[in-house]
């Protein structure tokens, strides 16, 4: 079993940047696929990005793709995910998730992943 706590959201103006991390508990982090998903007022969690056990895989929602940096520090149990060139429909909550899974495989769909954090509000002004 994994916990996962989100942190790093705030508010930003468009353009801007903002770093997400997810902080795992557990020894057995590097076993997980990760992956970072959001949730805007009245719409469904949506997939941004995942990850595969070591990093060496990564995939990206076609909106995102290009602005945002999915990454992850087995040795501090930690991932990550770099926000460039925010815009105000970057605007969630984006929350983290973790997948016992095979070495190179990463996840798109929320119903593939096991456990999540609580989320962190992004907000883009424009």
């Known amino acids: 079993q994994v916990q996962l706590v989100e942190s790093g959201g705030g508010l930003v103006q468009a353009g801007g940047s903002l770093r997400l991390s997810c902080a795992a508990s557990?020894?057995?982090?590097?076993?997980?696929?990760m992956g970072w998903f959001r949730q805007a007022p009245g719409k469904e969690r949506e997939f941004v990005a995942a990850?595969?056990?070591?990093?060496?895989?990564?995939t990206y929602a076609d909106s995102v793709k290009g602005r945002f940096t999915i990454s992850r520090d087995n040795a501090k149990n930690t991932m990550y995910l770099q926000m460039n060139s925010l815009k105000p429909e970057d605007t969630a909550v984006y929350y983290c998730?973790?997948?016992?899974?095979?070495?190179?495989?990463?996840?798109?769909?929320?119903?593939?992943?096991?456990?999540w954090g609580q989320g962190t509000q992004v907000t883009v002004s424009s």
């Open positions: 998730a973790a997948d016992w899974a095979s070495p190179a495989v990463v996840r798109v769909h929320s119903y593939d992943y096991d456990y």
């Open positions: 557990g020894r057995t982090f590097s076993s997980y696929a």
């Open positions: 990850i595969s056990r070591s990093g060496g895989t990564t």
